[in-house]
């Protein structure tokens, strides 16, 4: 079984975003980037694949400026085998991103793309789906289970108020939520060896790929402060605010 | 400004989340139809219809469409869909795995989780788990849509007089099978709708004691839930979790019980109306946010608020 996890550059989910000034977007000069987190988990999820002798082939892919090779230099150190990196903007849109994994789709010929349910910069939540739908292939999002099988894969999804199991016959695309497995740190050794491993590059241009949508973003800005703060002493007090003051209760 | 909305249910009526999805499809413009797609789903259909300011409920009933796999569904959005100018579902994880395909398939940019709409082109959503809000605009002609419910007031569920109209439900795609589900049943409210949610943190300190923070939420009348922390440590499952890898509430009145307010349960729970904090450290972040915070044991502090309450 070969596998594709495409990720993604992010601010690190523990740095506090700040949005600029000009209402441009969210700052992100000089400020820690990192692999997203739920695509560590896909790549965490295809590298026990790979491990179990599962899966032949692990190919990371990035869709990002020049930077972003660090971090498919990550995914390399976490174990993926090689590694693409398609040239383009930072803010490309996820029909944009889905439509260059089509294209990817048809140069590697995966049976699984394992990819994480979400980016937590844009929180759009839709790349997975939008490249199974090109694809025409089944789609299995947000699981916290997988489990190889005859020709294909059974997830176990997170829906409200509990699970749900489904099979999918291979290929398929796989979108991982958080509780499907702890991502491994590489060792020094890894990230060493990460360094000699290729990385090729693309650009939408050679993959035929129009990275143009009908969405724009007019400005960014910081949510209205909560103004918090007030204590109380007890909870009579608190139940007596609740009642008189909130009157919630 | 046609509007097409999918119906999110639970096998007898609309979920509330679609009833304010529809309130917002209202700022939008009219007229708005919606789709309900489910197997021996008639009487959610007619449920629907008395929904005010539905125009039309498109009923798609078939066994392949039972577990609204989204290989199923998404073809029927896509061939409605070419007849409106916006498809629109409350972004529950139905909607949220369907409508990306839709938008796919139009060929068009979906835009997730909108809050505000500030024209019918132009709307206001969270990133960065709501740490900024951005504005933007479709020039696609059919806009896809996911809405968060808590945003909107939902619209009442009956006084409309909408017509049901069979649609023909397509056919299996053959891909995705449905092997079973395992449903946690609660006795309370549902999380994501209650209006009062009491949660539990790490602070509270086994599974066992989770059982003050369910005598509590009962008390009020409320749903229980829990902070990654306490998920991650086992008290309670995963559908529990509140915060921005979990469900994101807006009650009208928010307990928050031996939670530190990590960033990432903020984004959850910091639309609520009124947020109460329990906590020992004083330092905790979460008061920070809080209306009332309350420096306290938390053990001592729920069983008298919990007494208080009694009648």
């Given at each position: 079984?070969k596998?594709?996890?495409?990720?993604?550059?992010?601010?690190?989910?523990?740095?506090?975003?700040?949005?600029?000034?000009?209402?441009?977007?969210?700052?992100?000069e000089?400020?820690?980037?990192?692999?997203?987190?739920?695509?560590?988990?896909?790549?965490?999820?295809?590298?026990?694949?790979?491990?179990?002798?599962?899966?032949?082939e692990?190919?990371?892919?990035?869709?990002?400026p020049e930077?972003?090779?660090?971090?498919?230099?990550?995914?390399?150190?976490?174990?993926?085998?090689r590694?693409?990196?398609?040239?383009?903007?930072?803010d490309?849109?996820?029909?944009?991103?889905?439509?260059?994994?089509?294209?990817?789709c048809?140069?590697?010929?995966?049976?699984?793309?394992?990819?994480?349910?979400?980016a937590?910069?844009?929180?759009?939540?839709?790349?997975?789906?939008?490249?199974a739908?090109?694809?025409?292939?089944a789609?299995?999002?947000?699981?916290?289970?997988?489990?190889?099988?005859?020709?294909e894969?059974?997830?176990?999804?997170?829906v409200?108020?509990?699970?749900?199991?489904?099979?999918?016959?291979?290929?398929?695309?796989?979108?991982?939520?958080?509780?499907?497995?702890e991502?491994?740190?590489?060792?020094?050794?890894?990230?060493m060896?990460?360094?000699?491993k290729?990385?090729?590059?693309?650009t939408?241009?050679?993959?035929?790929?129009?990275?143009?949508?009908?969405?724009?973003?007019?400005?960014?800005?910081?949510?209205?402060?909560r103004?918090?703060?007030?204590?109380?002493?007890?909870?009579?007090?608190?139940?007596?605010?609740?009642?008189?003051e909130a009157k919630?209760? | 400004?046609?509007?097409?909305v999918?119906?999110?249910?639970?096998?007898?009526?609309?979920t509330?989340?679609?009833?304010?999805?529809?309130?917002?499809?209202?700022?939008?413009?009219?007229?708005?139809?919606?789709?309900?797609?489910?197997?021996?789903?008639?009487?959610?259909?007619?449920?629907?219809?008395?929904?005010?300011?539905?125009?039309?409920?498109?009923?798609?009933?078939?066994?392949?469409?039972?577990?609204?796999?989204?290989?199923?569904?998404?073809?029927?959005l896509e061939?409605?869909?070419?007849?409106?100018?916006c498809?629109?579902?409350a972004?529950?994880?139905?909607?949220?795995?369907?409508?990306?395909?839709?938008?796919?398939?139009l060929?068009?940019?979906?835009?997730?989780?909108?809050?505000?709409?500030?024209?019918?082109?132009?709307?206001?959503r969270?990133?960065?788990?709501?740490?900024?809000?951005?504005?933007?605009?479709?020039?696609?002609?059919?806009?896809?849509?996911?809405v968060?419910?808590?945003?909107?007031?939902?619209?009442?569920?009956?006084?409309g007089?909408?017509?049901?109209?069979?649609?023909?439900?397509?056919?299996?795609?053959?891909?995705?099978?449905?092997?079973?589900?395992e449903?946690?049943?609660?006795e309370?409210?549902?999380l994501?709708?209650?209006?009062?949610?009491?949660?539990?943190?790490?602070?509270?300190?086994s599974?066992?004691n989770?059982?003050?923070?369910?005598?509590?939420?009962?008390?009020?009348?409320g749903?229980?839930?829990?902070?990654?922390?306490?998920?991650?440590?086992?008290?309670?499952?995963?559908?529990?979790q509140?915060?921005?890898?979990?469900?994101?509430?807006?009650?009208?009145?928010?307990?928050?019980?031996?939670?530190?307010?990590?960033?990432?349960?903020?984004?959850?729970?910091?639309?609520?109306?009124?947020?109460?904090?329990?906590?020992?450290d004083?330092?905790?972040?979460?008061?920070?946010?809080a209306?009332?915070?309350?420096?306290?044991?938390?053990?001592?502090?729920?069983?008298?608020?919990?007494?208080?309450?009694?009648?």
């Open positions: 079984m596998i594709v996890v495409p990720v993604k550059r992010v601010i690190d989910a523990y740095v506090k975003v700040r949005v600029k000034s000009d209402g441009s977007g969210v700052d992100t000089n400020v820690k980037m990192a692999l997203n987190p739920f695509d560590e988990i896909a790549l965490e999820a295809a590298m026990r694949l790979k491990e179990s002798g599962q899966a032949s692990v190919v990371a892919v990035t869709a990002g930077a972003a090779q660090q971090q498919l230099r990550t995914a390399l150190a976490m174990g993926a085998d590694a693409l990196h398609i040239d383009t903007p930072a490309i849109q996820p029909l944009a991103v889905a439509r260059l994994l089509v294209a990817i048809d140069r590697e010929q995966p049976d699984l793309v394992l990819m994480g349910k979400q937590i910069d844009d929180d759009a939540n839709q790349v997975g789906q939008m490249l739908a090109l694809q025409g292939w789609q299995g999002t947000f699981i916290s289970a997988l489990e190889p099988g005859e020709g894969v059974l997830v176990t999804r997170e409200d108020s509990g699970h749900e199991r489904l099979a999918l016959p291979l290929p398929a695309v796989v979108t991982v939520d958080l509780r499907l497995n991502p491994r740190y590489p060792k020094l050794p890894d990230i060896k990460a360094k000699k290729p990385i090729e590059g693309l939408p241009e050679e993959l035929a790929v129009d990275i143009s949508t009908g969405l724009s973003v007019l400005k960014v800005e910081e949510p209205p402060a103004v918090g703060g007030a204590r109380v002493n007890s909870v009579a007090e608190l139940v007596e605010k609740l009642q008189q919630v209760i | 400004m046609s509007i097409l999918y119906a999110d249910h639970d096998g007898s009526t609309v509330p989340a679609t009833r304010s999805a529809i309130a917002c499809a209202q700022v939008i413009g009219e007229p708005i139809d919606l789709l309900v797609t489910g197997h021996d789903c008639g009487p959610v259909a007619d449920s629907a219809a008395g929904i005010p300011g539905v125009n039309r409920v498109f009923l798609a009933d078939a066994e392949h469409l039972g577990q609204q796999l989204a290989e199923n569904v998404a073809p029927l061939n409605l869909a070419r007849d409106y100018s498809v629109l579902a972004a529950t994880p139905a909607a949220k795995n369907i409508l990306p395909r839709v938008a796919a398939r060929g068009v940019q979906q835009i997730s989780e909108i809050v505000r709409v500030v024209s019918p082109d132009t709307f206001v969270p990133i960065y788990a709501g740490n900024a809000l951005a504005t933007v605009q479709s020039s696609d002609p059919i806009k896809v849509i996911t968060r419910a808590t945003a909107f007031d939902a619209v009442a569920a009956d006084g007089n909408a017509s049901v109209e069979p649609l023909d439900a397509g056919q299996d795609a053959g891909l995705a099978r449905y092997l079973g589900s449903l946690h049943a609660s309370g409210p549902e994501a709708s209650a209006r009062v949610v009491v949660s539990g943190g790490r602070g509270v300190g599974a066992d989770f059982s003050l923070i369910e005598g509590l939420a009962k008390a009020l009348g749903a229980v839930g829990a902070s990654r922390a306490a998920v991650d440590a086992g008290y309670v499952p995963n559908d529990f509140v915060g921005q890898t979990g469900k994101v509430v807006a009650p009208e009145l928010y307990v928050a019980v031996g939670i530190s307010g990590a960033i990432q349960h903020l984004a959850g729970m910091k639309e609520s109306k009124v947020i109460v904090a329990i906590n020992k004083p330092e905790a972040p979460i008061f920070q946010v209306d009332y915070g309350l420096e306290a044991d938390l053990f001592t502090a729920v069983d008298e608020f919990r007494d208080a309450l009694a009648p």
